[in-house]
C-alpha cells in the first residue's frame, strides 16, 4: 500500500504517438489535507474511491489505498466533492518495463501537462522518452488534489 512515484514535465507532444492507451478521468477530492486526502474518481466507465497520506520527504514514497467502485457510486460522491474538479486524458506509454502514465489536463489546468511512473524502489533506474521533461516529484504544487485549489491557470 505504499505507492512510490516519480512526476515529470513534459516537453512535447511525441507522447501521443507512443501511447497505447488513452483514457478520460473525472476526479474531485472530499478531503484535501495532505495527510489524508480522499479522492473520487471516474476513470473511463470505471469508479474509484482512494485514499492517499503525506509523502516521504522527497515526495516520491506515500501511503495509497484504492477500492473499485460504481460509477453511479461515483457521481454521487462527486456532487459531495470541495470545488475544483479535476479532467484530463491519461495516456499510457511502454518504457521498458515500466508503463509511463501522462494527463493532459483541462479546464482550469488546461495546458499542464505532467508524466508519472510507478517504481519499485526509489532508486530503480528507468528509461526516460526524450519528450520527459523537468522532474518535479514532492513540489505539491503538482498534485491534483492542490490543482484543484490552485488551478494551472493561475499560476
Known sequence: ????ERKFLVASEAFKKEAQKSTQIVQGFLNTDPI???????KGNQGFITVKGIGNES????????KPISVNEAEQLLSL???GMIEK???EIQ????????????????????AEIELDNENESFLKP???GKEVTGDPKYYNAQLSKNPFHLW
Do not use: A
Request: one cysteine or more; hydrophobic letters at 40%; charged letters at 30%.
Open 59 to 66: 515526495g516520491t514514497s506515500r501511503f495509497e489505498w484504492e
Open 95 to 114: 518504457s521498458g518495463k515500466h508503463t509511463i502514465e501522462v494527463d493532459e489536463f483541462f479546464g482550469q489546468n488546461k495546458g499542464l501537462v505532467l
Open 130 to 132: 526524450d519528450w520527459l
Open 89 to 91: 486524458i491519461r495516456y
Open 36 to 42: 489524508r486526502t480522499v479522492r473520487i474518481r471516474i
Open 1 to 4: 500500500m505504499i505507492e512510490i
Open 81 to 83: 466533492c470541495e470545488p
